[in-house]
């Protein structure tokens, strides 16, 4: 393997371990064959010193059982609305703790919708999980220029675009 391989291989390797928690070793010896799921589930056994069946038998019943999404949960189309307006779940109670005029200009749904946000987990952790923070976007973009800059470089010259996106940081 060269240098520039070796390297690429141990920062997907440190990425793997951070994502399974588990040390970079003991993701080197994960079975790559294996679904990220069984071995999420392999994890979580160990933690919690259950079988692997134990805890994919938990996440079904969890889901069997859980009332997302209710009647009043938002619609895709209200989540997209939500993130083409910028709204963070986390900055939601400053923007509409303002007036209801600037509120309407800032956040496109209404109080009714909005208070079921506030209210329901469900609802928020998909808003969240649909608007990538601001630093993980900008450690993706740097990882990408990184490790693909003449493949992007490439690719935007032959697409006739600029190498970079403009307004985004
Ligand atoms: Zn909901």
């Not at 509409?96 to 309407?104: D, F, L, M, N, R």
Request: with cysteine.
């Amino acid at each position: 393997m060269s240098g520039r391989s070796d390297e690429l291989y141990q920062k997907i390797l440190e990425l793997r371990a951070q994502r399974l928690g588990v040390s970079p070793q003991e993701a080197e010896r994960v079975d790559r064959s294996k679904p990220l799921f069984l071995l999420a589930a392999d994890v979580a056994a160990e933690r919690l010193g259950i079988s692997p069946e134990e805890v994919l038998a938990a996440d079904l019943q969890r889901m069997e059982t859980s009332p997302y999404p209710t009647p009043e949960c938002l619609t895709p189309d209200e989540v997209e609305d939500l993130v083409e307006a910028g709204v963070e779940p986390g900055g939601l109670e400053v923007q509409v703790g303002v007036t209801a005029a600037s509120a309407a200009q800032v956040v496109p749904l209404p109080k009714a919708r909005l208070d079921h946000l506030r209210s329901c987990d469900a609802c928020r952790t998909l808003l969240a999980a649909s608007r990538p923070e601001q630093w993980r976007r900008a450690e993706f973009r740097r990882f990408l220029d990184a490790e693909f800059p003449r493949v992007s470089t490439a690719q935007d010259r032959a697409a006739g675009r600029p190498s970079s996106c403009p307004g985004s940081a």
